[in-house]
C-alpha cells in the first residue's frame, strides 16, 4: 500500500509513457527535437489550444519551463506580476531571475492563493513606465492549479489577464497541474490557455517522466525562445525521450485521465477530513489539500504515512497531494491513521 501523500512528484509513470520511451530506444533517432515524433507532438498541442501558428518547445522540469518562458516575455529590467506565493517566488531558487537577467517579481496579495484583480491593478499602476530609476512593467505570471491547492475560474484567469492586456502585458500560465485545472473545471486546453501568450504545460506530476512543454502562441518569438533554450542547457540531445513521453501522454487524452484520477482520490481524501472536522485551510479543488492537526496526531499518522508538514505550529499545517494512482484504499487507509 502506497502511503506517501508528500507530492504528486513521487508517482510512477503512467504505463503507455513507459511503453512509448522504450520504443523509441530501438534504433537510432535524428537528435535536438529532429525525430519523427516531435511534428506529432506540435501538431497535437497546437490543435489542442488552438493555437496553429504556436511554437512547442519540451524540455525536462517545470522550472525550466516556467523560468524560459518569462525570458521570452520580460527584459532584465522588467517586472513579473505573480501571486505572494506562487511557485516562481517561493519554489524555483530564483530561477525567472536569472533566466531573465534580472527581472524583478512583484508579489501581489490574494486569499487562498489566487491573486486578487485590484491588487494586480493597482501594482501595474504603482510600478508605471517611464521612470528610469525603476524596473518596467514586463508580464503576467499565473499559476492554476493554485500552489494552495485551489483553482481560477475561466471567467477570474479572463479578468486578470484582461488586466495585464489593457496595461500592455503579456500573462503566462504556469501549468505545471494544467491537466487538473482542465479536468476540475471541465473545461478544454484552449478555454484554459485563453488570454495567455505563453503556458507550460506540465506532464511530470501526472504520469510523465520529466517533460514539460513550453507553448508560445506568436511564432515571432519561436526563434529566440529556441535560442534562449540552447543556451541554457536545457536542449536535449536525445529528444527522442521527451517527444515520446509528450505523445503517449496526448495519445487518448490520457493527460485528462491521470488528472480526473488524481483529483478523485484529492476529493475523496478532502470528504473524509471534512467528515471528522479537520481544518481544512483553503478550499480544496484538485488533488492538493492543506489541513491542521494536533501533532500528536501527526506524530501518529507519519509514523505510517507520508506528506508535507509546512510549518511549525503547535496545530502544524500539512500538505497531502495525491497522484493519479492513488487508490480508494489507500486514501482510507490515511483518513484512518489521521482520525
Not at 507550460?200 to 533554450?229: Q, Y
Request: overall charge negative.
Amino acid at each position: 500500500m502506497n502511503l506517501n501523500f508528500a507530492s504528486d512528484n513521487t508517482g510512477p509513470m503512467a504505463q503507455p509513457v513507459l511503453d512509448a520511451i522504450v520504443t523509441a530506444n530501438a534504433g537510432a533517432a535524428m537528435p535536438y527535437g529532429n525525430d519523427i515524433w516531435m511534428p506529432q507532438v506540435r501538431d497535437r498541442i497546437r490543435a489542442l489550444f488552438a493555437w496553429p501558428g504556436a511554437e512547442v518547445l519540451l524540455v525536462t522540469s517545470g522550472t525550466a519551463a516556467n523560468a524560459l518562458a518569462l525570458s521570452a516575455l520580460v527584459p532584465p529590467y522588467g517586472a513579473i506580476f505573480a501571486h505572494k506565493t506562487a511557485h516562481i517566488e517561493v519554489d524555483e531558487c530564483g530561477a525567472p531571475e536569472f533566466f531573465t537577467g534580472g527581472a524583478k517579481l512583484i508579489l501581489i496579495e490574494g486569499a487562498d492563493g489566487r491573486m486578487d484583480p485590484l491588487a494586480l491593478t493597482k501594482a501595474i499602476a504603482r510600478l508605471g513606465t517611464g521612470n528610469v530609476h525603476g524596473v518596467q512593467p514586463g508580464a503576467l505570471s499565473l499559476t492554476n492549479v493554485t500552489e494552495a491547492g485551489t483553482l481560477y475560474s475561466l471567467a477570474q484567469m479572463a479578468e486578470l489577464t484582461g488586466a495585464a492586456r489593457a496595461a500592455g502585458l503579456p500573462s503566462h500560465l504556469d501549468g505545471a497541474r494544467f491537466a487538473n485545472a482542465c479536468a476540475a473545471l471541465g473545461c478544454t486546453a484552449a478555454e484554459m490557455a485563453a488570454g495567455f501568450d505563453i503556458v507550460s504545460f506540465g506532464g511530470t506530476k501526472n504520469g510523465c517522466m520529466g517533460v514539460e512543454a513550453v507553448v508560445l502562441r506568436d511564432p515571432a518569438r519561436a526563434w529566440e525562445l529556441a535560442l534562449r533554450r540552447k543556451r541554457a542547457g536545457h536542449l536535449w540531445s536525445k529528444h527522442r525521450f521527451l517527444s515520446a513521453q509528450m505523445l503517449a501522454y496526448l495519445q487518448d487524452e490520457l493527460w485528462l485521465e491521470t488528472a480526473r484520477a488524481a483529483n478523485a482520490a484529492g476529493q475523496r481524501l478532502a470528504r473524509g477530513l471534512r467528515a471528522m472536522g479537520a481544518e481544512i485551510v483553503h478550499p480544496p479543488e484538485a488533488n492538493m489539500i492543506f489541513a491542521r492537526f494536533d501533532r500528536a496526531t501527526h506524530d501518529r499518522a507519519r509514523a505510517q504515512a507520508q506528506y508535507g508538514l509546512e510549518d511549525d505550529a503547535d496545530r502544524p499545517l500539512c500538505r497531502m497531494v495525491c497522484d493519479f494512482t492513488k487508490t480508494d484504499a489507500e486514501v482510507d487507509r490515511l483518513l484512518t491513521l489521521l482520525s
